[in-house]
């Protein structure tokens, strides 16, 4: 059974950087897309960022974009999220999901990792 | 950028009826739809692909139909651990897109 584990999150000042991890199990990580996905307090879910198998594709929300940079380690079955000039509106729960299946369909889910902006 | 519409923001269903939720995308996205479930303080759980396809693990008592622009997820035979949010996902282009959600409640 694929499982993903997020770390990293925390409180963090705005306008501060921080990086979130995610440690993935499956042995087919070196091929299978991974996204970002998070779900502010009382809101509903937000796709932040997917990165393909080989890096050599990434989208992101508007959002973020310029701002946020996705990453991946095949060797080591992480991916990150490194997540500058945090605002306010960036406090979230940040799910880190792996698509094992064709597409971006996101069949394997991490618990998350809390995320807060604040002064 | 692909809107998905979930019309009704809460479903007041008994356990044992069926639930029938729906979710419109502001253009076609083919067949390329998702449904997760999400129940509080969990993490979303894939429940059907493809529009149609169930996931892995999934009860028969939950299924997908539609294409294009309209699609629905149809629990059957409520059970109580059904009562949960459930939002639908196209993933037919960039940036990926959420509905806005659907709480399934017990009536």
């Known amino acids: 059974q694929a499982q993903v584990v997020e770390s990293g999150g925390g409180v963090v000042q705005p306008g501060k950087s921080l990086r979130l991890s995610c440690a993935a199990s499956?042995?087919?990580?070196?091929?299978?897309?991974m996204h970002w996905v998070r779900q502010a307090p009382g809101k509903g879910l937000e796709w932040v960022a997917s990165i393909s198998y080989d890096v050599s594709d990434t989208h992101y929300a508007d959002s973020v974009k310029g701002r946020f940079t996705i990453s991946r380690d095949n060797s080591n079955k992480t991916l990150y999220l490194e997540m500058n000039s945090l605002r306010l509106e960036d406090t979230a729960i940040y799910y880190c999901?792996?698509?094992?299946?064709?597409?971006?369909?996101?069949?394997?889910w991490g618990k998350g990792t809390t995320v807060t902006v604040s002064s | 950028e692909i809107v998905m519409t979930q019309s009704a923001a809460t479903l007041s269903v008994s356990p044992g009826e069926r639930a029938t939720l729906s979710c419109r995308a502001s253009q076609s996205v083919g067949n390329n739809l998702a449904w997760y479930q999400q129940k509080p303080g969990q993490a979303p759980r894939l429940l059907i692909y493809a529009a149609s396809s169930r996931a892995t693990g999934i009860p028969t008592r939950f299924s997908g139909s539609g294409s294009g622009t309209e699609f629905t997820l149809t629990i059957n035979n409520l059970q109580s651990e059904d009562f949960a949010f459930y939002y639908c996902?196209?993933?037919?282009?960039?940036?990926?897109?959420f509905g806005g959600g659907a709480r399934v409640e017990n009536k």
């Open positions: 499956a042995i087919s990580f070196s091929v299978d897309p």
């Open positions: 996902q196209q993933y037919n282009g960039w940036p990926l897109t």
């Open positions: 999901a792996e698509a094992t299946l064709a597409g971006p369909i996101l069949d394997v």
